[in-house]
């Protein structure tokens, strides 16, 4: 979307009844209000009440005090009997800051992480550039899993659990975006394939877009169904559990496994083998299965 279509679809600007967004951004923008979230943030017990709230800011004026809380009270702020609680714009605010996008830049040494490339059994490394993560062959270059990962994922991590979390993350945000809900605003969020470029460069690929914010996620197909009853069950039969293991360990999860059945109106196949044995799942435009095939291979 170009800057023009956002100010002429009003986006940002045309709501008549919440308040303006660059006066919202002005009131977190200082120290002291931004001081004021993160004591409300780290207090054990809330309400906090004003003078509690007020010794944790470490503010000796009562007035200036009263003045900055009064700016955060109603739309970052909830003012209750017993003191203040957060509201849930406050809690973006010091999410977004705890998550690292707006503040960090970390660089991060590639590292090592479980499994062999599918195409030429080399080793797969991570790497972390842009606030993405991406796990590809060391040998041959081929990617295996790429998407946005918040710098604030490292801290305090070792190279294995980050590894875990990124797999975690991409699971849950691919799961809640294929069941309509968009992890970036909660929007109504419309699932289509397409065969245009998606980072791991399969033929065929999912995308999930946010008709509120424009979120977009591509992904391969197989990737929507790491949870599907009828691919759990047939792991299970040969002894595999799909939740031990990164999603980048399963081929058809993350590799061109896909054939295109029909593009008008779109039916594509996710082929699936384990010991001589293959599950052919068909489905449709939305990713709804609309059939499965178990067979003998071989």
């Known amino acids: 979307m170009s800057e023009t279509d956002a100010a002429d679809d009003g986006l940002l600007t045309d709501c008549v009844d919440c308040i303006d967004p660059a006066e919202a951004f002005a009131v977190v923008g200082n120290e002291t209000r931004l001081a004021i979230l993160e004591a409300l943030w780290r207090s054990a017990d809330r309400p906090v009440a004003f003078s509690e709230l007020r010794r944790r800011v470490g503010m000796r004026d009562s007035a200036q005090f009263n003045y900055h809380l009064g700016k955060l009270t109603g739309q970052f ?29 970390p660089t991060v040494e ?18 972390y550039v842009d606030e993405h993560l991406s796990v590809g062959c060391r040998d041959c270059g081929r990617l295996h899993a790429h998407a946005p990962f918040p710098p604030g994922g490292l801290t305090d991590r070792s190279d294995e659990e980050v590894a875990h979390a990124f797999d975690q993350r991409v699971r849950h945000l691919h799961c809640l975006a294929a069941d309509g809900v968009c992890p970036e605003c909660g929007g109504r969020m419309a699932t ?17 877009r946010c008709d509120r914010c424009d979120h977009r996620i591509r992904s391969p197909v197989g990737l929507s169904l790491l949870d599907q009853s009828d691919v759990v069950t047939f792991h299970a039969a040969h002894g595999v559990d799909l939740k031990d293991g990164p999603h980048w360990l399963f081929e058809w999860c993350v590799g061109d496994r896909t054939t295109v059945l029909d593009d008008d109106p779109w039916r594509v196949r996710v082929d699936i083998e384990l010991d001589a044995e293959e599950l052919r799942v068909t489905l449709d435009d939305a990713l709804a299965v609309v059939a499965v095939e178990r067979r003998r291979v071989g």
């Open 77 to 105: 702020v909830a003012k209750t009997d017993d003191g203040y609680e957060f509201r849930h714009a406050g809690e973006k605010v010091v999410r977004a800051v705890l998550s690292g996008s707006f503040n960090e830049s």
């Open 110 to 127: 590639p590292f090592d992480v479980p499994g062999a490339c599918a195409d030429c059994g080399g080793a797969l490394t991570a790497s």
């Open 192 to 208: 289509t394939l397409s065969e245009e470029t998606s980072p791991l460069d399969v033929a065929v690929c999912s995308v999930h």
